[in-house]
């Protein structure tokens, strides 16, 4: 008997209660927090790095789902892999064969791997540095996993057990016995490595909360500490991966930084199908898979599908045939310049930072009295109430859409699609300007939103 299911039809006549089944059926504070600070559009359609409404006005995407559109939405060559795949009828996952797509993906991989022997593959970017905790744990014999303060690798329990910010990890306990320390601390690193129960350093190159970079010469010497100590250093690249600082990874910045584990995923999936990946060195992933009865011994249900791997191989081929990673070198060098160049000529705006296409915007108190009177009066209610201040009208006026780097932070973080141009670039930069006159002037329109999130603020505590 055949089954009839029409999906263009169901959204069709249901599409318009997006918001309403959300409220009943999912968490409900996501349709009251995007009503609350306008965010509650309606896209009809996506491509590259612009969303589309019902009559046709396009919206900057400098947000990339975080990060996980690293070719933009619909790329033709990533949809046709998927078509392919589909019309293979491969006979996947059949867990009692090896099919040649992981391999092939693997392969291809580690190519831009260099030093790392070996793939596994998972669906999130939590899952990959699940991987790695237990990789290393078992590698080294040690219990205890070392990370950096604000760092974010993750909400399941072993990767929430090296989250840096206690917002996440609050109610939650007990977690696992990992210690945080100072990014760039060396110092703090040594005395922790000294109890001889370290088994890894995870660390991001450029932490997603805040954009911060970890300090020139600081992997390579992390690196060299923990190895003198017998512990591994693991990359978590799952955000700064595949392109997004202006090479292939983050680590690679730094000569000499060879991790022991690389954790990978968002921009591997084409913005399709979740897929991530845990790169090792050959004698780790032999000694967790040490013998036949350990074959099983660290597996994901649809770990390696067909369709993930597909999407891989294409997301590579497309950053190989069009220079993805020289792109966001360049683009992001043009656009760090340009809003660099406006420190100067607004005292609200404290620093620009960050590499290629991950970009950190920094507001920080002026001088004037009367700026400093309102900064005060928000920072009072609650801390990032400006950098929300300036998303809204970012998307409201100029239809950009970007968001704050994470909760209590005066930063917007910028991690747009990889294709945009320098039109997007110019374009995100006038209305940026646009916004910061509008917030210097004394005019109301900035301020009297502000004085909405702050009885909002007020109102949830």
């Not at 559109?69 to 033709?76: A, D, E, F, I």
């Not at 696992?176 to 110092?187: I, M, N, R, S």
């Not at 110019?426 to 909405?452: I, N, P």
Request: charge should be negative; glycine fraction near 10%.
């Amino acid at each position: 008997m055949s089954t009839e299911f029409d999906l263009g039809a169901l959204l069709a006549a249901r599409g318009a209660e997006r918001y309403d089944l959300h409220t009943r059926h999912l968490n409900p504070q996501l349709p009251r927090m995007l009503h609350t600070i306008g965010f509650d559009k309606v896209y009809e359609r996506a491509e590259g790095a612009h969303f589309f409404d019902a009559e046709g006005n396009d919206y900057l995407d400098m947000l990339a789902g975080f990060g996980v559109m690293g070719l933009g939405r619909h790329h033709p060559v990533v949809r046709k892999a998927l078509h392919d795949v589909l019309d293979l009828n491969l006979a996947d996952l059949t867990r009692f064969d090896c099919q040649p797509l992981p391999g092939l993906l693997a392969e291809r991989l580690l190519a831009h791997s260099p030093h790392l022997d070996r793939v596994f593959f998972g669906n999130s970017g939590t899952e990959a540095v699940e991987t790695a905790l237990k990789f290393a744990r078992f590698a080294t014999g040690r219990p205890r996993v070392l990370y950096c303060d604000h760092a974010f690798h993750g909400l399941t329990t072993g990767s929430l057990s090296v989250n840096g910010e206690n917002g996440f990890r609050d109610g939650f306990a007990p977690l696992l016995p990992d210690t945080a320390v100072p990014l760039g601390d060396l110092d703090a690193l040594a005395r922790e490595l000294k109890r001889g129960d370290v088994a890894a350093l995870i660390v991001e190159p450029i932490q997603g909360k805040g954009v911060h970079e970890s300090p020139p010469g600081y992997l390579r010497a992390a690196q060299e500490l923990l190895h003198k100590h017998k512990a591994l250093l693991i990359a978590d690249e799952v955000q700064t991966g595949l392109g997004r600082t202006g090479d292939f990874y983050a680590y690679q910045h730094e000569d000499g930084v060879e991790p022991d584990l690389v954790c990978v995923a968002k921009s591997l999936s084409g913005g399709y199908v979740p897929v991530s990946a845990t790169l090792g060195k050959d004698w780790i992933f032999k000694k967790v898979y040490s013998s036949m009865d350990r074959v099983l011994v660290h597996s994901a249900s649809f770990g390696a599908n067909a369709q993930a791997m597909a999407a891989g191989l294409a997301v590579l081929s497309v950053m190989e045939d069009e220079q993805i990673v020289a792109r966001a070198r360049t683009m992001g060098e043009l656009l760090k310049s340009r809003l660099a160049a406006l420190i100067g000529k607004y005292e609200l705006l404290a620093d620009v930072r960050g590499r290629g296409l991950m970009i950190g915007i920094e507001f920080g108190r002026p001088d004037s009295l009367k700026l400093r009177g309102r900064w005060t009066m928000l920072q009072a209610a609650r801390k990032g109430l400006f950098a929300q201040m300036v998303v809204v009208p970012l998307l409201q006026r100029h239809r950009i859409l970007t968001q704050v780097s994470g909760d209590h932070l005066e930063v917007i973080k910028l991690i747009p699609p990889l294709v945009i141009d320098e039109a997007d670039v110019e374009r995100f930069v006038d209305a940026f300007t646009a916004v910061m006159d509008d917030a210097h002037s004394g005019g109301g329109l900035m301020w009297d939103f502000g004085r909405t999130l702050i009885k909002q603020a007020v109102a949830g505590r």
